[in-house]
T-cell receptor, first 115, second 112 residues
Framework: ETGVTQTPRHLVMGMTNKKSLKCEQH?????MYWYKQSAKKPLELMFV???????ENNSVPSRFSPECPNSSHLFLHLHTLQPEDSALYLC??????????????FGPGTRLTVL | AQSVTQPDIHITVSEGASLELRCNYS??????LFWYVQSPGQGLQLLLK??????LVQGIKGFEAEFKRSQSSFNLRKPSVHWSDAAEYFC??????????FGKGTTLSVSS
């Protein structure tokens, strides 16, 4: 595997389900990100992890719970979602050097549908 | 707060014609600027970036962009568009200590 991978690519879940999205980066980077991309809306940064510590959380509802067990893996745990949470969820990674976040490399995304 | 604006939501260009996608940024110091492309159902791919130095930046797939401080712009150009260039294009920037800030994107359609 190369680059940034995400699984699953598609997910359909009910509002009472619990599921997790997985992201893995094979680039040796030390920062990882979750973005939400809804139709007709700009990319929304959800979470940033740098050196496995959460450094940014942009007022994301608690039904989204991130986890970064190491610098290569990032999870987004989902529970009791709402239909408006249906979107493309993108993971990205970058190399943070001296406080500079540099360009991000993106995975293909997980298309989430909440029924 | 720092931001980028992409004034054009949707642009249609004939195959073989030239292309220019507009991006304006708001930031006092020299910004770090990026252009990404997203094909339908896919993640974002970096086309090019500007950090400093030469204001004309060459990227992949025959794209280039020019940083113009006087106009606060970083427009993306391609001399001859191919049908495979149809996609969504995002301009992005960041300041020290934060993650990328994206524009709302411009959808490019290519007509034959």
């Amino acid at each position: 595997e190369t680059g940034v991978t995400q699984t699953p690519r598609h997910l359909v879940m009910g509002m009472t389900n619990k599921k997790s999205l997985k992201c893995e980066q094979h680039l040796g980077h030390n920062a990882m990100y979750w973005y939400k991309q809804s139709a007709k809306k700009p990319l929304e940064l959800m979470f940033v992890y740098s050196l496995e510590e959460r450094v940014e959380n942009n007022s994301v509802p608690s039904r989204f719970s991130p986890e970064c067990p190491n610098s290569s893996h990032l999870f987004l745990h989902l529970h009791t979602l709402q239909p408006e949470d249906s979107a493309l969820y993108l993971c990205a990674s970058s190399q943070v050097l001296g406080g500079e976040y540099n360009e991000q490399f993106f995975g293909p995304g997980t298309r989430l549908t909440v029924l | 707060a720092q931001s980028v604006t992409q004034p054009d939501i949707h642009i249609t260009v004939s195959e073989g014609a030239s292309l220019e996608l507009r991006c304006n940024y708001s930031y006092g110091a020299t910004p770090y600027l990026f252009w990404y492309v997203q094909s339908p159902g896919q993640g974002l791919q970096l086309l090019l970036k500007y950090f400093s130095g030469d204001t004309l930046v060459q990227g992949i797939k025959g794209f280039e962009a020019e940083f113009k401080r006087s106009q606060s712009s970083f427009n993306l150009r391609k001399p001859s568009v191919h049908w495979s260039d149809a996609a969504e294009y995002f301009c992005a920037t960041y300041q020290a200590g934060t993650a990328l800030i994206f524009g709302k994107g411009t959808t490019l359609s290519v007509s034959s």
